[in-house]
């Protein structure tokens, strides 16, 4: 199993909504990631998880709170949203290979479609 | 800090010619990876090919081929003889290790679409 699946697939919310994002990962990788990209930009970072503790976060604002349960499965909960939140949310997820955390390829999920209105 | 440079935003090709996207980056390690990665429209990145720092040797793969040159902080990737589904867009990306993650800092991107 190779693949990172995350659900839904597409997400429409209102600004005063709660929601949650989900994505998960059987191939043991002990590294997950939130990637945020906005229509025609490249991915950018927002939040990494090793070992189920946040190690990085690239200043992303408090409407978005991750959470790692365990180490398959990364939530990212969406709450007071602005139409500029509005973008594709990749989850990937990377092992510790010989080439060291940054010599490893990611896997990435289809991601999330979210809009938000 | 990271920077990646993918100065072609789009290329379009016919059928069976080969392509060349273009990348140039930027960084003041001396030990780094630097990806190819592939976007198409269901919206998964996937990965391509991977080079080191200190490995300058290219390769061919099937299709695809790359040439890393360190003198001129480059790494380009060519798809030979070019089929319709190879229409993406693909990312080049420089990756560092912070706090035991990875950090991809990805290229503007190059959209290519080739016509049957």
């Known amino acids: 199993d190779t693949e990172v699946t995350q659900t839904p697939k597409h997400l429409v919310m209102g600004m005063t909504n709660k929601k949650s994002l989900k994505c998960e990962q059987h191939m043991g990788h002990r590294a997950m990631y939130w990637y945020k990209q906005k229509a025609k930009k490249p991915p950018e970072l927002m939040f990494v998880y090793s070992y189920e503790k946040l190690s990085i976060n690239e200043s992303v604002p408090s409407r978005f709170s991750p959470e790692c349960p365990n180490s398959s499965l990364l939530n990212l909960h969406l709450h007071a949203l602005q139409p500029e939140d509005s973008a594709l949310y990749l989850c990937?997820?990377?092992?510790?290979?010989?080439?060291?955390?940054?010599?490893?390829?990611?896997?990435f999920g289809q991601g999330t479609r979210l809009t938000v209105v | 800090a990271q920077k990646v440079t993918q100065a072609q935003t789009e290329i379009s090709v016919v059928e069976k010619e080969d392509v060349t996207l273009d990348c140039v980056y930027e960084?003041?390690?001396?030990?780094?990876?630097l990806f190819w990665y592939k976007q198409p429209p269901s919206g998964e990145l996937v990965f391509l090919i991977r080079?080191?720092?200190?490995?300058?040797q290219n390769e061919i793969s099937g299709r695809y081929s790359w040439n890393f040159q360190k003198s001129t902080s480059s790494f380009n990737f060519t798809i030979t003889a070019s089929q319709v589904v190879d229409s993406a867009v693909y990312f080049c990306?420089?990756?560092?290790?912070?706090?035991?993650?990875?950090?991809?800092?990805f290229g503007q991107g190059t959209r290519l679409t080739i016509n049957p």
């Open positions: 080079r080191n720092s200190f490995d300058e």
């Open positions: 990306a420089l990756s560092e290790s912070i706090q035991g993650a990875q950090k991809l800092v």
């Open positions: 990937a997820s990377t092992k510790r290979g010989q080439e060291g955390i940054s010599g490893t390829e990611a896997f």
């Open positions: 960084t003041r390690d001396t030990t780094y990876y």
